[in-house]
């Protein structure tokens, strides 16, 4: 069963790259900011990171994006608590609904963690707009709420032990038009 469910997947990816589209590939390079919510807050107060994200159109207004990057969000100090940074490299995929300069996205994927904790699963919902540069070089500011969904390993008590994590996610990108 898993084999025709990764045959039947593997088809569809091919046709859709394959697909003519009236647009074309892009890739962008920026600085990523994490502002962490709900119970999250408790393990760290802000996150940073860079990404380099690909977009492979299949429709004048529809994309296939993958994304991949670095991700590091400070652990809370004081005189009582010393958490752990949580230093990630995302990797995602998904798909890009763009009218003009303004863009929705979803993007799912995998969290591998660099420094010892477990890895996560990650789902990102988003939005954004492109400012027009020179060329086909645009600016992309994007904006998004992103979950990582994985056990964190804070056995402390009155620490958020969760099984997930949830962050205003900002994107700021030099995006090359090819």
Do not use: H
Request: some cysteine.
């Amino acid at each position: 069963m898993f084999k025709v469910r990764f045959l039947v997947l593997a088809a569809i990816l091919f046709l859709c790259l394959n697909a003519k589209a009236q647009t074309s590939s892009n890739i962008s390079i920026g600085a990523e900011f994490g502002l962490p919510s709900g119970n999250f807050v408790s393990l760290s107060g802000i996150g940073l990171g860079a990404s380099a994200k690909a977009d492979f159109p299949v429709s004048s207004q529809i994309a296939l994006t993958v994304n991949a990057g670095f991700m590091s969000f400070f652990g809370k100090r004081n005189q009582l608590i010393n958490l752990r940074d949580l230093t990630y490299i995302p990797l995602k995929a998904g798909i890009k609904y763009q009218s003009q300069s303004f863009y929705a996205e979803a993007q799912v994927g995998a969290g591998l963690s660099i420094n010892g904790q477990r890895n996560v699963f990650i789902w990102s919902p988003g939005i954004g707009n492109q400012f027009k540069l020179s060329g086909n070089n645009k600016l992309d500011v994007g904006i998004r709420y992103e979950a990582w969904a994985g056990k964190n390993e804070t056995s402390i008590l009155g620490i958020n032990n969760s099984s997930s994590k949830g962050f205003a996610g900002i994107r700021v990108a030099y995006v090359f038009g090819l």
